[in-house]
């Protein structure tokens, strides 16, 4: 590990230690694969693959705290809803919501911006799609390290998706990766922070038969761009859940319109 020009020996210290350790960004995790953590923080959008990834890490520590993260998008009452249900559902008494409505200020997207409609999901497409909120999961990390830190968690779970999604660029691997170099080089010499990323090499029907067999309760999960009472069943993200409910041989647990 790269270790700072003229930094101290205690930080390259630091850097060695942690490069060293358990980084699973690159495949999904079953509880046997990692030892048991005393504290987690757990990003929680409200979503089926947050969800899934809720359900993983409560059989991984012994205490999670849970995050979520508004930034102006179209379904923000109804996610926080799903973000409360699901704490509420695992007896999370650490929670933390945080609002960055600056993503919206800054637009681009179609979550965020009024003005440019949710495209019909066209799944054989291999263009990002306008739904992209652009670096959003950097700031969704920045935020959780920060409180990581500060709570003493030694792992940070997200529920990105690589393989079977709509091919946003901060939901790779690589770009996970990445994000675990700057929490090294970033942090206080004894800090050591994981990021857990235990679906990101699933396909939604295997997200969905793993929720199951942890009894992720999906039924409080929210994944339309759109909607907020019934879900829309248009959008990307519920024509990916969908299709991954379908190729699972389960009903959707929720409405559509």
């Given amino acids: 590990m790269k270790t700072e020009e003229g ?34 923080v757990c990003l929680v959008s409200g ?8 359900a993983i890490a409560h059989e991984e520590n012994e205490e999670l705290a849970f995050l979520h993260v508004s930034y102006g998008q179209r379904t923000e009452a109804r996610e926080r809803r799903a973000f409360e249900e699901l704490a509420d559902y695992y007896e999370v ?16 997207s179609s979550l965020t911006d009024q003005s440019i409609p949710v495209a019909a999901a066209d799944l054989a497409s291999s263009e990002i799609p306008t739904s992209y909120v652009p670096f959003r999961n950097a700031h969704l990390l920045a935020i959780a ?29 690589e770009f996970y990766a990445a994000f675990q170099k700057v929490v090294e080089v970033g942090t206080k010499p ?32 929210w994944s339309c761009y759109q909607a907020a009472e019934d879900a829309c069943g248009r959008c990307d993200s519920c ?13 959707d647990p929720i409405a559509y319109a």
């Fill in 7 to 40: 930094g101290s020996q205690e930080t390259g210290v630091r850097s060695q230690e942690k490069s060293n350790g358990n980084f699973h960004a690159n495949s999904p995790i079953r509880s046997s694969d990692v030892s048991l953590s005393s504290l987690a």
């Fill in 239 to 251: 024509a990916l859940r969908l299709r991954g409910f379908r190729e699972a041989g389960v009903s």
């Fill in 93 to 108: 008494k650490r929670r933390l919501a945080i609002s960055i409505e600056h993503l919206a200020r800054i637009g681009g």
């Fill in 190 to 221: 004894l800090t050591k922070i994981e990021i857990m990323t235990p679906v990101i090499a699933l396909t939604k029907a295997e997200i969905v038969r793993r929720g199951l067999k942890l009894n992720a309760p999906l039924q409080l999960t």
């Fill in 145 to 173: 390290v920060s409180w990581a830190e500060v709570i003493k968690a030694e792992r940070i779970y997200i529920g990105a998706v690589a393989e079977d999604s709509s091919g946003y660029p901060d939901c790779r691997p």
């Fill in 47 to 54: 979503g089926m693959d947050s969800c899934v990834t809720a």
